[in-house]
Every structure is written in C-alpha cells, then in structure tokens.
C-alpha cells in the first residue's frame, strides 16, 4: 500500500522549522571555519616556515625588568618559583624580583620573608594587605611600586629555566612589540589521566596554535604567565584592567587595537602544575571561559573597525575572541538537528554530505584542537602520547558543558550586575 503523505504543517510548525533550521547551517559553518583555521595552523606548523625572529640574542644592554609572582595562599609551591628565579641568568642589577602575598592566610608570607631576608639585593616582597581582590587587581597595584622598563609575571606555581627572563625580554628591543608570551609546559603530567589530557591540550595549544600564529603573523596572544610587557606600552593602553577575569586576554587586545604586537617564544619553556582534579579543572576552564567572553564582548566590534588592526589580524582576532562561543553553538546546533529529525525533517542536501561528515568530525573529535595535538605530539617526539588522543572526547565534552555553563552565568552576571569573583586554582604540591 503506498504511504500516507505527511500532514500539512501550520504556518507556525513551518517557522519554526526554518529558524531550526538557518541556525543549524549557521552552527555548521562556524564549526567549519574553526576546523580550517586549526587545520591551517596545523600544515603551517608542521611545513611552514618557521618564525623565531629573536631567539639568538644573547648578549645586549639588557633593558631593567620587575618579575611580579602573585601569591595567594600558595605555601605549597611559592619556595619552588623563587628558588628558581634568585637563579636566573640576567645581570643582577638590572633585575628585581617582587613575590606579591595577597593576604594569605597560609604560610606564604612567612617563605616570601625568608627568601627577602636571604637574598635582600634581589627580592623586594609587596605583602598587600587591603584592595580589590583577584590576579588583575594585584597587578594593578604592585606595578605602581615599580618604574623598570619590562615586567615579567609569573604565576607562584610556575618555575623558569634560567634562560627564561632574557628570552623573554630580547624581543623588546624590537619598538613594536608590547607583550611577549613563552610557552607553558605542564610538570605533573604523570600524576593521572587528567594531567596527562591537559598536557596534550597545552602541547597542541602553545606548540602548535600559538607557534602558528606568530608564524603567520596574526594575533599570538599574551598568556598572563610566563610573559612580560613593556610598561611604557602597560601604561599607554590604561594599565591592567582590575574589572577583567581574564586579564591576559584584555590585554593582548588593547595593546592590538593600539598598535603593538604580542610575540610569542615556544622555545622558552616554563614548568607549571596542572589541575589534578576534574573539579579543579571545571573551575579553571570556566574562569577562562567568562573572563575570555568577557573580552568578546568588550572588544569584537572596537577589532572590527580599528584602522590599526590589519584585515589578517582581523580574521583571527575575531576567531580568538570566539574560541569559547563554540561549545553553546554546538550545543545548539545538536538540539537543532535533534528537533529536526524528530520533526521528520532533512537535515542537509545530499550535496552537503562531504561536508557534513567533516564538521562532524572536527566538532567531535576536534574542537579545535584534535588537529594540533596530534602534530603538537609528533613536534616533540613524545609518540608514545598519542595512544591517548581518542580520549580527548571525554575532556572536551566535559569543557564543552562547563564553558557553556560560564557562558549562562556571565549573561545572567552581567544582566543582573552581580561582581564577578576569580577563583584561584588548588596546588597539589607538597610544600616546600
């Protein structure tokens, strides 16, 4: 017998069909844009030219730096960055170390005492004892202390090589440049699975996305660790912004849309410790995620029409900003197409099919980075990582929740006023 013919729908089941349907084309091709973008840093990466402009200075009229280590409660792995940082090749009198204790209540104050009494020529401790809480804040006003040319930040759970401050600092003496960014590499990977995962993403992000973007010339972005900025270009963009979660990212675009460059080092490794528990890890990512919206929000436009910014610059400033709006349009785009479906609908043309099969891929086993770890692993020859590629999926579904999660809360935030809080991540170390 043949088949009933489906039921006229209303005017109403049609418009909602096709607003389902727009957005999920429109989901479609945002997705298909990021997996061409992460699969072009992949091939520049691993075929591309190569671009390490300042890597050979070594010897100069090095310029006078402030290393700034903000520390809040962190008596477990304060002792390990000064150690290494009284350590560091830079001529000493050029160079001052100033550990900031933000009103612990921990041992912290006690250890940054002992490191300033041991090595008093050196190390100039802030014990900050009132003020506007989070990282950006304590910058804010420990800059006010300092008048050296460059400030290099590190988080306390950091520890630098000794070649760190001058890597870090000779692209300087290029005039154009306000920020420079080294590469993260987490020390803790063998504690378990998590920080195992979390190495690769770090790999993939700094070894490859990153490396790629300095290579191409786009928009390399200051990290807020193992970085420094010019404080002559700090104080010409407004200094840091003490409203901002994620201050490293409003920075990297003010010093943009005034006409500096951020230049990133990936050969100037700094050791840091990774969360070690998925809870610590939900309440990282969604910091990050609110913080780098929150920069979305304040700059997408200002990136658009700036005659500063060139139109390469543009593209990726724009698609950097986005990084963290992908996983609620993919959650979005998943209920579109479920609700299709469900409303006996065809999803997509046959003709799209190729295309189809490829966002598939990059939204799942992608997202943004599935690309670049691979390439990531086979750059530094840890082959042995890539057995764990495929159980990346657990840790992007488990950020894709947790970034759409900070997305609701920073709208809700933001409409509602409420102040947003920075949460400081656990340390797992043993102390000193």
Same mark, same amino acid.
């Given at each position: 017998?043949? *088949?009933?013919?489906?039921?006229?729908?209303?005017?109403?089941?049609?418009? /909602?069909?096709?607003?389902?349907?727009?957005?999920?084309?429109?989901? #479609?091709?945002?997705?298909?844009? =990021?997996?061409?973008?992460?699969?072009? +840093?992949?091939?520049?990466?691993?075929?591309?030219? *190569?671009?390490?402009?300042?890597? $050979? @200075?070594?010897?100069?009229?090095?310029?006078?730096?402030?290393?700034?280590?903000?520390?809040?409660?962190?008596?477990?792995?304060?002792?390990?960055?000064?150690?290494? /940082? #009284? $350590? @560091?090749?830079?001529?000493? $009198?050029?160079?001052?170390? %100033?550990?900031?204790?933000?009103?612990?209540?921990? %041992?912290?104050?006690?250890?940054?005492?002992?490191?300033?009494?041991?090595?008093?020529? /050196?190390?100039?401790? =802030? +014990?900050?004892?009132?003020?506007?809480?989070?990282?950006?804040?304590?910058?804010?006003?420990a800059t006010k202390l300092i008048d050296s040319e460059i400030i290099v930040v590190f988080d306390a759970d950091y520890i630098p090589g000794r070649g760190l401050i001058k890597q870090?600092?000779?692209?300087? +003496?290029?005039?154009?440049?306000?920020?420079? %960014?080294?590469?993260?590499?987490?020390?803790?990977?063998?504690?378990?699975?998590?920080?195992? /995962?979390?190495?690769?993403?770090?790999?993939?992000?700094?070894? #490859? $996305?990153?490396?790629?973007?300095?290579?191409? *010339?786009?928009?390399?972005?200051?990290?807020?660790?193992?970085?420094?900025?010019?404080t002559q270009a700090l104080l010409a963009v407004g200094g840091w912004n003490d409203n901002a979660l994620a201050e490293d990212t409003d920075l990297t675009y003010r010093l943009l849309?005034?006409? =500096?460059?951020?230049?990133?080092?990936?050969?100037?490794?700094?050791?840091?410790?990774?969360?070690?528990?998925?809870?610590?890890?939900?309440?990282q990512i969604m910091r990050w995620a609110k913080g780098h919206n929150q920069s979305a929000f304040r700059y997408a436009w200002r990136v658009i029409v700036s005659p500063r910014v060139g139109f390469l610059e543009r593209i990726d400033g724009l698609l950097l900003l986005g990084v963290y709006a992908v996983s609620p349009l993919l959650l979005i785009g998943w209920l579109c197409a479920i609700a299709l479906y469900y409303l006996g609908e065809q999803l997509l043309p046959n003709t799209l099919l190729a295309l189809t099969v490829m966002v598939a891929f990059s939204s799942i086993g992608n997202f943004a980075a599935f690309f670049e770890i691979g390439a990531a692993v086979h750059l530094d020859g840890s082959k042995r990582r890539i057995c764990l590629l495929p159980l990346n999926f657990l840790n992007f579904l488990i950020s894709l929740i947790n970034t759409s999660r900070a997305i609701v809360q920073l709208v809700f935030d933001t409409v509602l006023r409420q102040r947003l809080h920075w949460h400081k991540t656990k340390r797992f170390r043993n102390g000193r």
């Amino acid at each position: 017998m043949p *088949q009933s013919s489906r039921p006229e729908r209303t005017a109403t089941q049609q418009t /909602l069909i096709t607003v389902l349907r727009v957005t999920l084309y429109i989901v #479609v091709t945002t997705i298909f844009v =990021y997996m061409a973008r992460h699969l072009l +840093f992949t091939l520049n990466r691993l075929f591309g030219r *190569q671009r390490h402009p300042y890597l $050979d @200075v070594d010897t100069a009229a090095w310029p006078s730096v402030t290393v700034l280590v903000p520390a809040h409660n962190e008596e477990k792995v304060i002792a390990h960055a000064l150690e290494a /940082l #009284v $350590d @560091v090749d830079y001529p000493r $009198d050029q160079l001052r170390i %100033m550990p900031i204790d933000d009103r612990s209540e921990d %041992m912290t104050a006690e250890i940054i005492g002992q490191f300033a009494a041991q090595y008093s020529t /050196l190390i100039h401790p =802030y +014990f900050r004892s009132e003020g506007k809480p989070g990282k950006a804040a304590v910058l804010k006003d420990a800059t006010k202390l300092i008048d050296s040319e460059i400030i290099v930040v590190f988080d306390a759970d950091y520890i630098p090589g000794r070649g760190l401050i001058k890597q870090l600092t000779a692209p300087f +003496f290029d005039p154009e440049v306000g920020a420079v %960014m080294g590469r993260v590499v987490p020390h803790n990977t063998g504690s378990n699975l998590l920080t195992r /995962l979390l190495d690769m993403e770090r790999a993939g992000g700094y070894q #490859v $996305d990153q490396q790629a973007r300095m290579n191409l *010339q786009l928009v390399p972005q200051y990290g807020g660790s193992v970085g420094g900025v010019r404080t002559q270009a700090l104080l010409a963009v407004g200094g840091w912004n003490d409203n901002a979660l994620a201050e490293d990212t409003d920075l990297t675009y003010r010093l943009l849309l005034h006409g =500096y460059k951020t230049v990133y080092e990936n050969r100037s490794e700094c050791y840091e410790e990774v969360p070690e528990h998925w809870q610590e890890r939900n309440r990282q990512i969604m910091r990050w995620a609110k913080g780098h919206n929150q920069s979305a929000f304040r700059y997408a436009w200002r990136v658009i029409v700036s005659p500063r910014v060139g139109f390469l610059e543009r593209i990726d400033g724009l698609l950097l900003l986005g990084v963290y709006a992908v996983s609620p349009l993919l959650l979005i785009g998943w209920l579109c197409a479920i609700a299709l479906y469900y409303l006996g609908e065809q999803l997509l043309p046959n003709t799209l099919l190729a295309l189809t099969v490829m966002v598939a891929f990059s939204s799942i086993g992608n997202f943004a980075a599935f690309f670049e770890i691979g390439a990531a692993v086979h750059l530094d020859g840890s082959k042995r990582r890539i057995c764990l590629l495929p159980l990346n999926f657990l840790n992007f579904l488990i950020s894709l929740i947790n970034t759409s999660r900070a997305i609701v809360q920073l709208v809700f935030d933001t409409v509602l006023r409420q102040r947003l809080h920075w949460h400081k991540t656990k340390r797992f170390r043993n102390g000193r």
